[in-house]
C-alpha cells in the first residue's frame, strides 16, 4: 500500500482515511471534497495520475483539517504513531503538517517498529520536522526546493525562515555545497529530490542526476508543483522503480506536464496534473522502460 | 472506521518566549495554554536571558500565532528567539524574478506572484506549514492592496515569510510597476 498523509485547509475537516477519487476539479475521499490545489490535494493528485496509468491500487490517504493551529496535524502524527504498523505501508508520503519534532520522533519510532521495510518519504513541513528532530537519516527521500535545501544545509535552523544569509543567497549552482553540507550534518535523507532550475538527484551524498529539460521557468511560481513532484516520486516507488530512477522520472515528467500545459506564474496546479496522462502516454515508456500498449499495464 | 481521541500534546520546543519578570512569564503561560499551545516554563540559557530566570519553551514554527496570541491578551512579553545557539536571525531579505507580466518575490521558502498590471495576485508557492495552502485559497486572484496580512490570519513562520513576499509585492507594485 502507498499511504500519503497530510493536511488539507478545511476547517473542521475530521481525520479521514480512505482511496481518493477524482470529480471534476476535486478529490473526493469518504464522500469528502479537497481541492486539487497546492498542498497535499495536488500530491494526492499526481500520485493518483500514476496509479491510474499503470493501473496500480490508488494510494490510500490520511487527511485532517487544518489551517495553520496544528490540530489536524496532531491527529495525523497521533493516528499514525498507533496505527501504522497494523496498516504495514510499503510507501509512506508525508506532507503539509506542523513541525512538531516530538511527535515525529514518536512516528519515527513507531515506523522502525513495523514488521517490514516501510519506504519514508517527507516534503513541507513534515520534512521541517524530520530535519529540525534529526531524524533525517530515517527517510529514504526528501523533495527540498532551493531554500529548503539551504536550511537542510544550515545545522542550526528549525525553520527556513531561521536560515544563514549566505545560505538563502545560494544559486541553484551551489546546491552541491548545500548538498555536501546537509549530508555532512547528516540532515538529508538517503535520497534527495532538489527542486529548482535544474533539478539535483542526490543519493547517499552524491549527486547522481540533473534534470533541466524541458526548460519552464514558470512552474516555481505555480504553487503545488513541488507537491506534485512528490506525489510523482511516491507513486513511481511504489510501482518498483529504484529511488533514483523514481526521482528522475518525477522531474521530466513534471516539467513535461507544465511544457504541455503552456505554464505561465498564473497557471493552477490541476492544469499540470491535468497534463500528467499525455505526458506519460508519449514519454514513460521511452524513460522508463515501463511500457504498455494501452496506456496501462506493465 | 473508527479514530482516536487526541491525546494530550507532547511538548514540542525549539523557541523561547522571554520576559523581564516572573509574573509575565506565568500570565503568559495561562494565556497560551488557554489558546491551545503546548509550552513549557523553562530556565532560559545565559545568553538569551533577558530579564527573569523564566521563559516560555514553545514551538518555533508557531512564533506568529503565539504573538498575536499574547498581544492579544495584553500579555507582556521582550522577545521570542530560537533556543538552538548559533540559529541565525529571522530572514529579513527578499528575492524578486520579473516573469514579464508577472513578477514573483521570494522570501525565506514562500513565494508570492502578482500580475504587474493590475496587482491581482496569481499565484503561491512554496512553504510547508498547515497555514500555507490556507492562505493560498484566501489571496489567489484578489488585489495585493485588497487582502488580509498572511501574519495577522496565519499561524506559522511560513504565513510571516508569506507576508514578508507580499509586503514587497505590494512595495513594488505600488512604488513603480502598477499602471
Redesign the interface.
Known sequence: MMLIAGTVPIRGLPLTMGRPALEGDDLVVEGRRIPCAQGTGAMISAALAVADYLKLEAPQVLVAGDTGQGKGSREIYEYLIEKVGDISPQVVALHYCLPIMALMNRLCESVQRCPRKVLMIADAGSMYAAKAAGLASRFDVFTPDAAEMAFLADPDATHPAYIARHLFDADIGQTPDLVAAAYRHKNAARLLLVKGAVDYVVDGGGIVATVDEPDVPALEAVGGTGDTITGLVAAFLYAGLEPQEAAIIAARSNRMAGKFAGATPATRVRQIVEQLQAVFKEHLCQWSGVCCATGGQQ | ?A??R??K???????LVLFEDVQDAMTAEKVLKEA?YAVKLVAPPPELRRGCDLALEM????QP?IERALKEKDAAYVSVA?L????????E?VKA?D?G??M?V?A??M?L?F?KASGVI?????????????L??EL?DRRLSDVARPRDI????????LDRALEECLALWQGGEQR
Open positions: 472506521m479514530f482516536l487526541r491525546k500534546p507532547s511538548f514540542e520546543g525549539g523557541g491551545g514551538n518555533l514554527v508557531e500565532g530560537p538552538r545557539v548559533g540559529t541565525s536571525e529571522l530572514l531579505i524574478t516573469f507580466e508577472q514573483m521570494r525565506g521558502n513565494k506572484s500580475d496569481v499565484n503561491v508557492s512554496g512553504g510547508g506549514c498547515p497555514d500555507i495552502p490556507f493560498h485559497s489567489i496565519g499561524f506559522t513562520l511560513c504565513a510571516l515569510m
